[in-house]
């Protein structure tokens, strides 16, 4: 469990309930022996021997590529686009490079061409939609570190007091300054009967973060719209 510490662990589930792609679609596109093409890459838990699961870097990935499906982008092309940009850009998970927030198409398409991706065309046809797509959407509420890595999260874009940070709670969502879990705190809630000036006290917390916590739960529970 140690290897596994500071990545973030989540299931198919608890993904599908984060950035509302459907589980068994996560699995098709990432899982091994989910797709005849092969997964669309190898989810980092899985090389620690965690099968099934899904790191904080393939969480937002999947989110990436959700965002270019339901632009229409194939997956065909998406997946050509992913080998391409990660030559091209020399790293992993490329969709949440920080360089795609300023000139993002012209990096997918340079990536493209410079190794003679089929998919070039397709994509040149949909510019529209990669200036839509990559960019901000891609990114929003998104903070990395000196090397450009994704290292926390701001999912919901009412709250930005609300955080999904590997380092705490497995990479589920906590609220600040105190960085506990919403879900514990949720449950807590809920089992004294939605007093909130109780759970403030047991957790010696503010009653404005309880609050914080139990609104996030509500929403994404009712499958609001996050990042």
């Known amino acids: 469990m140690t290897a596994l510490a500071g990545i973030g662990l989540y299931s198919p589930k608890q993904a599908e309930r984060l950035i509302g792609v ?18 669309l890459w190898h989810p980092e838990p899985e090389s620690l021997g965690a099968e099934d699961t899904l790191s904080f870097k393939d969480l937002l990935e999947v989110r990436a590529v959700s965002r270019f499906r339901e632009h229409g982008v194939s ?10 940009l990660s030559d091209y850009l020399q790293r992993d998970y490329p969709l949440i490079h920080p360089r795609l927030m300023t000139d993002g198409k012209d990096v997918f398409l340079q990536a493209l061409e410079e190794n003679g991706e089929e998919g070039l065309t397709d994509l040149v ?11 901000p959407s891609l990114i929003s509420g998104i903070t990395f570190d000196a090397s450009d890595n994704p ?6 874009p009412a709250d930005p ?37 109780t759970v403030a ?18 929403r994404i529970a009712a499958g609001a719209l996050l990042h």
């Not at 459907?22 to 997964?39: H, L, N, Q, T, Y």
């Not at 290292?151 to 919901?156: A, G, I, L, M, Q």
């Not at 590997?166 to 960085?179: D, E």
Request: glycine share 4%.
């Open 125 to 135: 046809k949909r510019q529209g939609v990669l200036t839509e797509v990559i960019g």
């Open 75 to 84: 997956m065909h092309v998406i997946r050509e686009a992913l080998s391409s």
């Open 161 to 197: 007091q609300i955080v999904i940070d590997p380092r705490f709670a497995f990479g589920k969502p906590i609220v600040l300054p105190s960085h506990v879990s919403t879900a514990a705190l949720f449950d807590a809630f809920q089992a004294e009967e939605g007093d909130a000036d």
């Open 151 to 156: 290292v926390r999260w701001t999912p919901d």
């Open 22 to 39: 459907d589980a068994e679609k996560i699995r098709r596109w990432i899982v091994r022996d989910r797709s005849p093409a092969g997964p």
């Open 201 to 218: 006290r047991n957790f010696d917390i503010t009653l404005d973060e309880v609050n914080r916590a139990v609104n996030f739960e509500k």
